[in-house]
């Protein structure tokens, strides 16, 4: 039996799955058909993946890809194929007023597998701060859009800093968390710069629920001032709460990242939080996150975990989703080693240096292989 693409020769790693050495990838009809040593090859397109990293197809847990509707949104296919992402999840951009496009628009038209946190606000990100007030919260329609579109609209997001509440931030996440018990389904909290410390507002989350900004330098981030991690952060772990990176343009920090891995506490998952505006400086998008966190001193697998299986699981995502398993969906992402001298900057204008890094070489979404070329992995953010 012939595949319609073989992946082969790489150095397949995915933790997840028990994988860690060289193998080919058999792919047919959008799902892994085989993983193994010497698949015969005969008749099938084959990729060349000798001295090449094989891994899942990424998973971005935090994004925006709303443009035309948001300010700071890029189109999917233009920021994650390039990148070796294959699913991104939309953080907020829509709410329920903008679901009905997204669905049509974004979602449909899109290669790139798209999901969403839902804005407990109805005005979504349409507007640049103040979205969380009560004229403009919408538990009812978002638990509606919840339940009819569950494999699009995976959680609810809410931005709790006080230039998007306007105040306190706990009336809102009260009305998150009861929707997110009706719906049976996560909260994706952004924190920074919030009127009420994590001590007050974490113990309203529950387990599955997603604190994104963990590394975050404003005020009333993880840890206290003298630089400990918070004992509530702690408790919440131990809840079952997920700390999510969330990158963006402010909320990354080379200093309180190092102080939380020193404490034992790194990050569930990594994600970007990229957007057309931050896409300049990150591209090619997940994957710098993920070489800044190699470069604190995370493993590599450490690393393909927290950008793959770990998000899919956190997003409920079907079997097979951020994993390189037989009968689940090709998706995957082909990367290469680069040694050099690398300098990765942060929002509080520190520096750190590294000798190797990721690039990108293909994507492979549902099976469909999408080369990337040196200079294009930063091609039209804006799509
Ligand atoms: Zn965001």
Redesign the pocket.
Known sequence: MTYDLVIAGGSVLDPAEGLDGRYDVGVRDGRIADIGAGLDQAGAPVFDAGGLLVVPGLVDG???VYPGVTAMGAWPDGICPNGGVTTVVD??SAGTDAFPGFLRRVVAGSRTRVLCHLNLSRAGLTREAGELRPGLVDPDGVSAALREHPEVAVGIKL?LSQRFTGGPCLPMLRLGAKVAAETDRPLHV?IGATVESPAEFLPLLSAGDIV?HYQTPRPHGLLDEHGALLPAVRRARERGVLFDC?H?MTHFSFRVAEALLAQGFPPDTISS?V?ARSFPELRPGLLTVMNKWLALGLTPAEVIRAATSRPAAALGLDKGAGRLQVGGVADVAVLAWEEGAFAYGDAEGARRETGRRWRPVATVRAGRLHRIGPCECGKAARG
């Open positions: 935090h994004a925006h953080g907020g931005r952004h994104t969330g963006g939080d957007s």
